[in-house]
């Protein structure tokens, strides 16, 4: 097939538009950033690409709450050229800002109707009551998302204040699990979940990413495009293991997204 292509939304306050659109060229994609308002201008310029990713940082400065501004917009504006999207087979990717923006536009979790979304679940202040700035581990917790390999633990950087994953009720919670809507748990080295700092941010059972009924749709909290290179991780100098390492573990995930187009679309 062609080149796969990937679009990085761009708008004001987001600030690892850079950094992820390297890591998708460092996996093999054609990517470029551009401004959600020319893709408000041109709906149709969309269907040009194959992955869309949000990427991470402060988008309108977190105003109102973290994400909802250009979460608002998107069901405004892009919800249906959004739809046919993932209709279409293909991938969405939500990092850390870009999660929020995808749960609270109703995107995350479930079958991403963004008409008919009741918002059961959000994103809040973490329970520091501070910015958490370091690393964690990820464990796994479907084989249905596309993005992940199932029996992969990643260890990532997370950068946020506004973390915490937070469901309506019990019910909502059971359903995420039962409907393996929970991409990533937050677990210690050992595979074990717990409190802070393994957990950073206080998110109700451990969640750390969320995707779809398809599988195609991920939002994590965590940073894959701040380790896509093996001497970005804090001990890559004194560990044998990371240095025989093949991927990084942030590389996985845009590779494993590649993968998936060159193979089904």
């Not at 249906?80 to 536009?105: H, S, T, W």
């Not at 991920?218 to 890559?236: D, F, I, K, Y």
Request: charge should be negative.
């Amino acid at each position: 097939m062609e080149r796969v292509k990937a679009i990085v939304l761009r708008a004001a306050g987001i600030n690892c538009d850079m950094e992820t659109e390297y890591a998708l060229q460092l996996a093999g994609a054609e990517a470029e950033r551009v401004h959600i308002n020319r893709i408000i201008e041109d709906k149709s310029a969309l269907e040009q690409y194959h992955i869309l990713v949000i990427p991470g940082g402060f988008s309108y400065g977190d105003d109102v709450a973290a994400g909802k501004i250009l979460a608002n917009q998107i069901v405004h504006h892009l919800y249906e050229p959004i739809q046919k999207f993932i209709q279409a087979g293909k991938l969405v990717l939500g990092i850390c800002n870009g999660f929020q923006v995808l749960v609270k536009a109703g995107i995350l979790p479930g079958d991403s109707n963004i008409l008919e979304h009741q918002q059961e679940v959000t994103i809040t202040n973490n329970d520091s009551g501070k910015f958490e700035d370091r690393w964690v581990y990820l464990a796994p917790q479907t084989e249905r998302c596309i993005f992940i390999e199932p029996d992969r633990y990643i260890y990532l950087p997370v950068a946020h204040a506004e973390g915490k994953v937070v469901t309506k009720d019990k019910p909502t919670l059971e359903k995420l699990k039962s409907k393996g809507f929970i991409a990533f748990k937050y677990v210690d080295e050992n595979g074990k979940e717990g409190g802070y700092p393994v957990n950073p941010n206080g998110s109700v059972d451990s969640i750390a990413g969320l995707t779809d009924t398809t599988g195609r749709v991920l939002g994590l909290m965590p940073h894959p495009e701040r380790h896509v290179r093996l001497t970005q991780h804090p001990r890559w100098s004194r560990s044998l293991r990371i240095r025989e390492t093949i991927d990084s573990d942030g590389m996985t995930i845009f590779k494993n997204a590649l993968k998936y187009i060159q193979e089904n679309l």
